[in-house]
């Protein structure tokens, strides 16, 4: 668990780094740039990441969508280096602590919620879904960190 709120370099993670934490990044980035936190360095990483894969197509049509792009995006394979750049890593599965653990990160490691649906292969209605739903949770999870480091 996360030892201390801060919030100037955050990790999201996922399987592929195709999809969700894609998606979880360039949400927390608007985010943080609404809020004036200009400062705060986003990225996002998978455990099983082919290195320069391109977002999925139904991704980057949904963020596009609601008026961000993805189609610059290159996925990242999870490793020690990026693990060690982080302060806050935040993943969308359980299994995926046992990643970031087993590569030194346990006392970073945060699940955004139980378990967030990998939209991976299905309709462009699921990556809405999913969307909507990580929009909620990392507005939720960020407003948390925020009012934690501003009461220290």
Not at 77 to 94: F, P, Q, R, S, Y
């Amino acid at each position: 668990m996360v030892e201390e709120a801060m919030l100037s370099k955050i990790l999201f993670v996922c399987t592929g780094n195709t999809c969700r934490s894609p998606m979880a990044e360039v949400i927390a980035k608007n985010f943080l740039v609404s809020r004036g936190l200009l400062e705060v360095s986003v990225r996002s990483a998978g455990i099983a990441a082919e290195s320069g894969a391109r977002a999925s197509v139904n991704a980057m049509e949904v963020v596009s969508s609601a008026g961000f792009d993805l189609s610059g995006h290159k996925s990242t394979m999870l490793d020690e280096d990026i693990v060690g750049w982080a302060e806050v890593i935040i993943v969308m599965e359980k299994h995926h602590c046992d990643w970031v653990t087993y590569l030194g990160g346990e006392d970073k490691v945060v699940v955004l919620s139980e378990d967030i649906l990998d939209p991976f292969g299905c309709d462009q209605e699921v990556y809405h879904q999913v969307f909507s739903a990580l929009g909620i949770l990392i507005k939720d999870t960020l407003e948390c960190f925020l009012q934690d480091t501003h009461s220290s």
